[in-house]
């Protein structure tokens, strides 16, 4: 399949065929510094922008993009990491201090506070579903 990556300086995701080794170039907005993509269950790319402060999806057959962007009460997220868990949500982190977790299908969006304060990074959900993540700041 293809291989998905952001270019955070242009503001844009990449997708590769690895076979022919074309690249497209999907522009995400204005103000856009994605920093993770992944592949959801859907086939698109999720992308955490931390310019647009918003989970971005870029559907794969289209290109066509979504933003879902976090409450006005959560600025600044920057935004790092995602993943999917069993439910089809995608859960993901921000260095400010907050995870999150978005419902793709009715766009409802929660985000806490990360229990020990800024450095949230990378996230992961376990086989038996639970869900972690690590911290740039404090063990």
């Not at 065929?17 to 790319?45: Q, W, Y």
């Not at 995602?82 to 299908?105: C, K, M, N, S």
């Not at 020990?116 to 579903?129: L, M």
Request: glycine share 16%.
């Amino acid at each position: 399949g293809a291989v998905w990556y952001t270019a955070q300086a242009q503001g844009a995701v990449g997708r590769l065929d690895p076979h022919s080794g074309k690249t497209e170039r999907v522009p995400l907005g204005n103000g856009s510094a994605p920093h993770g993509v992944i592949v959801g269950p859907d086939g698109a790319a999720w992308i955490t922008d931390g310019g647009l402060n918003a989970i971005v999806r870029v559907d794969s057959k289209t290109l066509a993009v979504a933003r879902f962007p976090l409450p006005k009460d959560r600025p600044n997220a920057n935004l790092n990491t995602a993943v999917f868990d069993r439910r089809g949500h995608l859960w993901f982190t921000g260095q400010a201090g907050i995870y999150g977790e978005l419902d793709p299908v009715s766009g409802s969006m929660r985000v806490f506070n990360a229990p020990r304060g800024p450095g949230a990074y990378g996230i992961c959900v376990t086989p038996d579903g639970s869900l972690y993540f690590a911290s740039l700041a404090g063990s």
